[in-house]
């Protein structure tokens, strides 16, 4: 990876494909809050660092079309939401995505007639994630089958978080499984997100998997079906991490 720009981007907002309404990312963190614990024998202030939680805002132009940003965003839904930020749409380039309450859904009407809407994601239960695309942005597939392997130089001890943002599917109900291998010939499931039936998306889902995950990545779609256009993100679990996956 290189320096790069912020063009050439994509959003999913609850596996709905919105990247073309979006105007812009206003924020994507992680905060943590810490509680001060500082003796009188220091000079200086001690901290322990308590909850974390995550955030991602957006600003999208306003589209009442069918299938785009208003229908999905202006229901504020009560119920858990999967937001994908993929900051390229090539494999490998990097991708955040937060398990969020949507609290929000903001117009403003600019001074020039410009309509825009602002919308925020606030953690649930977890921070924001940083993974990279397993897929190509939103990629098809037109039927059962596999996409090529993707090769992480080496396996890891950690387990994996994924998410799957599911755009549409023209018919049937497709699964959609991340695959492992130690050799990119012997292959066996390492995660499977739920099957889903046409007229159920747009959707997402987060997985997750501990324990040993190989070099070598793929996804796979079992069942009987056409046209299933998805997106798919994954990180690596750490050692280090502040808690599981």
């Known amino acids: 990876m ?19 309404d979006v105007a812009g990312i206003d924020d994507a963190s992680s905060p943590r809050t810490f509680q001060d ?48 930020w993929a900051l390229g749409t090539a494999i490998n380039d990097p991708a955040a995505w937060l398990v969020a309450k949507q609290v929000n859904y903001d117009l403003a009407r600019g001074a020039g007639g410009e309509l825009t809407i602002g919308v925020e994601g606030v953690g649930q239960a977890r921070p924001l994630e940083w993974g990279v695309m397993l897929s190509a942005g939103i990629d098809t597939f037109a039927n059962s089958g596999s996409k090529a392997s993707k090769d992480d130089a080496a396996s890891s001890a950690a387990g994996l978080a994924a998410v799957l943002a599911l755009d549409d599917i023209d018919s049937g109900t497709p699964t959609f499984v991340i695959e492992d291998s130690p050799n990119d010939s012997s292959w066996s499931t390492l995660v499977s997100f739920a099957a889903v039936a046409d007229g159920a998306e747009p959707t997402a889902e987060r997985v997750t998997v501990s324990g040993t995950v190989n070099r070598y990545l793929r996804i796979t779609t079992t069942g009987t079906f056409t046209n299933a256009d998805y997106a798919v993100a994954y990180r690596r679990g750490l050692s280090t991490e502040d808690e599981a996956l």
Not at 4 to 19: D, K, P, R, S, T
Not at 41 to 53: C, D, F, G, N, P
């Open 37 to 84: 614990v500082t003796p009188i024998t220091l000079s200086a202030i001690e901290r322990v660092q308590l909850k974390s939680t995550g955030r991602l805002a957006f600003t999208v132009f306003f589209n009442d079309a069918a299938g785009q940003a208003h229908g999905e965003l202006s229901t504020l839904p009560t119920t858990d939401v999967i937001l994908l």
């Open 2 to 20: 290189a320096k790069q720009g912020g063009l050439g981007q994509e959003f999913f907002a609850h596996g709905l494909q919105i990247g073309a």
